[in-house]
Structure formats: C-alpha cells, structure tokens
C-alpha cells in the first residue's frame, strides 16, 4: 500500500503556477500551495509547491491524513522572509524526520540533515537568510546550506539540553540547561546574517487533505475581494480599500488596519503593525487581544498569543490581558533590542546578554 502511494504521488504533476492552485499560506512574498494527490487509498494526499512573488512553483513534499504507515508529511515551514525555505518531514510511524532547506529562486532543495523529532508539532529548527539550517535536536548547530560532510562533525553550541530556537538579525536564541536540576537558562551565539533580517514566518501545515482544498460553507469563504495573506485556517482579504480577517468555518469578521504589517501567528493570531502601533486579532472570534499603542520599534508574538514589543522610549514590555497595564521585561536603561520568539518563549538582549521569558 505504501509503495502505491509513493508511486502515485512521484506522478503526480506540479501546477502550472501558484496562481493556479489552492493557496494554503500567503506570506509576503511567499505563497505555498497545495493539489490533490490521487491514491489508492480511500485519503487522497495533498503535494504542496512553494512560489516566491508568482514565480515559478517549487515542489516542498506532501501532506495527507493520518493513517498511511511509512508516508512522509510535511510538518513544519520555517521562511526567512526572503529566498529560503526549510521544512521538517515526519514519517506517520514517527520514524526517519528529516530536515531540508529550498532555494525558491533556484527552485531545488540545497540541503538535507536528520532530525530528532518522533512525532508531529516539534519545532527544533529555524533558516537563516544564507541558507544556513540551525537545528536544535542533538545540541545547537549550524549546518551550512549545501552541506555534504559528516553532521557528527558539526560544532556544537550550548550543552545537549538545549530547546526552543528563535533567530532575528545576527542572533541565534535557544533555551539551555546543564542537566534536569540545573536551571534553564537563554543562550544565543552570533551568526553571519544581517542585523535587520526579520524573524522566521513558522507555518504548522500537519495532515492536510483534500478537504483544506476546498472551499467551506460560511461567511470567512465569501468575502470578496483580493487574498492579501493566508495560514491553513485563517485569510485576510483586501476589498475597496479596507481589510478584514476571518477563520475558515467561523461567522466572524474583524477590521484590520489599512495598510501596515501583517502577520500570522499559530494559524490563530494576527499581528497588525503601524504607524499607530500594533494589535493582535484572534482570528477565531474577531477579538483585539493585546495593544501595543504608539510607536513600536520592534515587535514580536509566542505562538501562544502573547504579544512583546519594544516601544518608542526603548523599554521592552508584555501585554496583559483584561486591561491591565503591560508588564516591563526591561526598561529603557537595559536597552533590550533583538526581540524574538519561538513558540513557548520571548527573548532579547540586554547588556550583550540573552534573557528569556516564559508563561
């Protein structure tokens, strides 16, 4: 059974452009795609294309329900805002993940490394703007895009119990401990990128089928007008000067800011950035869920909703809920910069030095 899915999906042809295939996330200049894949079994599968600004598709694996023992799913998508693209792949048995980085302008896959990773949601990786895969599975490392060598050869960062990356500008985030009893602590090493490179756009696309492909009875499917960013559940669409953003399956419709920065968080939030400031939106109700008035020179979002900026006078601050005033990580006199997330924690630097915060 396995061989005849392989089989039907090495045969199966890639759109013509992205344009004319499902969107499954729109991203700035990404957008993934996905088509159905024939099988023999009663689940079709889902082959999934990446294309940078309308170009040319790039094929990045399948997806497909739970159930096909030794199929290998994409899981994750991590994108470095510009040209790169890495996914992690996990068998339905929980065996063999592995790692790959694409080229979307050359559109080929440049490197592949093993992963750790036994089962699906794990999320031990980021992509640096030169291709450079960081992983965090066997402790810290940096593999270089193309990299053919022994992996066992790789330096490695921090102590073996190291988790939880994030990456933004020329710094590499992870949380470390020396052992179960030792405290855990932020970490970060320095890597060869520019200092203003955004941070990943991490996408969960788990066991998609046929269904994510088709469009769904409710008010989120109807709205006109021009799609201006997507995850798998969530779209934001442009319509006679106005945006608005919605969760497939859901009634409810919220406003969003006309212009500025969007981004999508955990196939859940939406972070609008402008020159007002920031607002997070749970897609699911239309709710604003944290504020970040006025002008912010940074900002970022956990993939558990919560929202850490640095604001104009350069303290570093956590919204609360219900109203509350937001909770100082670091005043001004620290000057916190290289805000990042990953997706349980928020770090920065203040005096050369990580720190961390957690719920």
């Keep these: 059974m396995v061989a005849a899915v392989l089989a039907a999906a090495a045969l199966a042809a890639p759109p013509a452009s992205c344009a004319s295939a499902h969107t499954i996330v729109l991203d700035g200049p990404l957008r993934i795609v996905g088509t159905r894949v024939a099988t023999r079994h009663k689940r079709d599968r889902v082959g999934l294309y990446a294309c940078l600004r309308g170009g040319r598709p790039t094929a990045i694996g399948q997806s497909g329900y739970p159930g096909f023992s030794g199929a290998t799913d994409v899981d994750v998508v991590a994108f470095d805002g510009a040209r790169y693209l890495a996914t992690i792949t996990v068998r339905d048995s929980g065996t063999g993940a592995r790692y790959r980085v694409f080229d979307l302008q050359r559109h080929r896959q440049v490197t592949l490394a093993r992963s750790a990773a036994v089962g699906f949601g794990e999320d031990p990786f980021r992509v640096l703007p030169s291709g450079t895969l960081a ?32 990456y933004v500008g020329s710094t590499l985030y992870w949380s470390t401990s020396a052992d179960p009893a030792s405290p855990v602590v932020a970490a970060a090493t320095a890597v060869d990128a520019p200092a203003a490179a955004p941070e990943n756009r991490v996408y969960d696309i788990t ?147 990580p720190r961390r915060s957690q719920r």
Excluded at 207 to 231: F, I, K, M, Q, W
Excluded at 312 to 326: C, K, N, Q, T
Aim: with cysteine; aromatic share 4%.
């Design 135 to 166: 992983r965090s599975d066997f402790g810290v490392q940096l593999i270089p895009r193309g990299f053919r060598g022994d992996e066992a050869s790789l330096t490695k960062l921090g102590s073996p119990r190291s988790y939880d990356l994030a």
């Design 207 to 353: 066991h998609l089928g046929p269904y994510n492909l088709t469009r769904h009875p409710g008010r989120c499917e109807d709205l006109p007008g021009r799609l201006v960013a997507a995850s798998v559940h969530v779209r934001v669409v442009a319509h006679r000067g106005a945006r608005s953003v919605c969760a497939i399956g859901s009634s409810k419709v919220a406003p969003v800011a006309r212009s500025g920065e969007l981004r999508i968080v955990a196939d859940e939030w939406l972070l609008t950035r402008d020159a007002s400031g920031a607002r997070l939106i749970a897609s699911s109700n239309g709710r604003v869920v944290a504020r970040a008035p006025g002008l912010v020179r940074s900002v970022t979002v956990a993939q558990d909703g919560r929202l850490a900026w640095i604001d104009e006078s350069g303290r570093l601050l956590l919204a609360r809920s219900h109203g509350r005033a937001p909770l100082v990580l670091a005043p001004a006199g620290d000057a916190p910069s290289a805000l990042a997330a990953s997706a349980e924690t928020i770090y920065w630097t203040s005096g050369g030095a």
